[in-house]
């Protein structure tokens, strides 16, 4: 059977078998010539060469099909009605207690709902200095105990149960909610895909209208995370990326990509580069000595 341009273009950035798999699962869309490939470039970054894999064998055909009729509905979601109300009310309305720190004081008491090795680096220090940071805490959490849940979900009762709710100061304003389990689950700092509105409808106008009220600063929603797919993350520019390893926040990515608060970097192949997860260094000169030390908990 003879292949479309547009089939050949998706064998060619995301492999064979995620191309027959999209001609399996989206033979109207195939229909309207480029409009699928669109779809998936601007979803899905070109360092997702196990795409295939990594959706079939989490059993994730019906959600990403889900999440491309989604793309293509955009439009329609945008224009759903949203409640005009402060987050403070509609957290409340939620069954939570919003609250925002000013001061680092006042971030380390949030530290006491943390098991140990889940606590946040939020609480290392020097976070109000990028961030605006708030808690939301649920109602009864001292009855939602760690020990009742040995499987942990993200969005299950325990993990939502305190959520830390960040916004970038610097750069484009986006949202990272973060988990109560921290790094024990996939994704721990995107709970319900960094979308507000899947706490409360109405929360993303909410704190918009806030943030730029307060701080001047336009929230941008560009690293919603509607599809949750084990091993990937969401950058700024809304892709979905492929990562080998996630340290303190920053993921490592085939391709010589770094994601760093959400930012996408390609690092320089001629100083240093990133495969599957590694940093591997040319040390030409004696001078590279220090970043090999610098990176050195990189490296096997």
Do not use: H
């Not at 779809?39 to 997702?48: D, E, G, M, Q, V």
């Not at 006042?106 to 680096?121: D, P, S, V, W």
């Amino acid at each position: 059977m003879a292949l479309s341009n547009e089939l050949k273009k998706i064998k060619k950035t995301y492999g064979e078998n995620f191309m027959k798999l999209c001609r399996s699962l989206f033979p109207t869309l195939l229909e309207q010539e480029g409009r699928l490939y669109r779809i998936l470039a601007t979803s899905f970054s070109t360092n997702c060469k196990t795409l295939y894999e990594d959706i079939t064998q989490a059993e994730l055909e019906n959600e990403l099909k889900n999440y491309i009729y989604s793309k293509v509905n955009i439009e329609e979601r945008e224009k759903k009605i949203v409640i005009e109300k402060t987050p403070y009310e509609l957290l409340e309305e939620a069954g939570y207690e919003l609250t925002e720190c000013l001061t680092e004081e006042e971030i380390q008491k949030f530290r006491k709902y943390y098991a140990l090795g889940e606590e946040l680096c939020t609480f290392r220090g020097n976070r109000l200095n990028r961030c605006v940071v708030f808690w939301a805490v649920k109602n009864g959490v001292e009855n939602i105990k760690r020990e009742e849940f040995e499987k942990p979900k993200r969005e299950d009762e325990y993990g939502t149960s305190v959520m830390s709710i960040q916004f970038n100061r610097e750069g484009i304003c986006t949202v990272s909610i973060k988990n109560r389990y921290n790094s024990t689950v996939n994704n721990s700092d995107a709970t319900y895909g960094n979308d507000l509105d899947m706490i409360a409808p109405g929360l993303t106008k909410g704190f918009a209208t806030l943030l730029e009220k307060e701080y001047g600063l336009r929230l941008n929603n560009a690293n919603i995370e509607q599809l949750e797919i084990p091993g990937y993350i969401v950058a700024n520019d809304a892709k979905y990326y492929k990562y080998n390893m996630e340290i303190n926040g920053d993921y490592y990515c085939p391709g010589n990509i770094v994601i760093k608060r959400r930012k996408c970097r390609k690092n320089s192949r001629t100083r240093k580069r990133n495969l599957d997860g590694l940093l591997l260094f040319r040390l030409r000169k004696k001078r590279n000595k220090s970043l090999l030390r610098k990176y050195r908990r990189f490296i096997c």
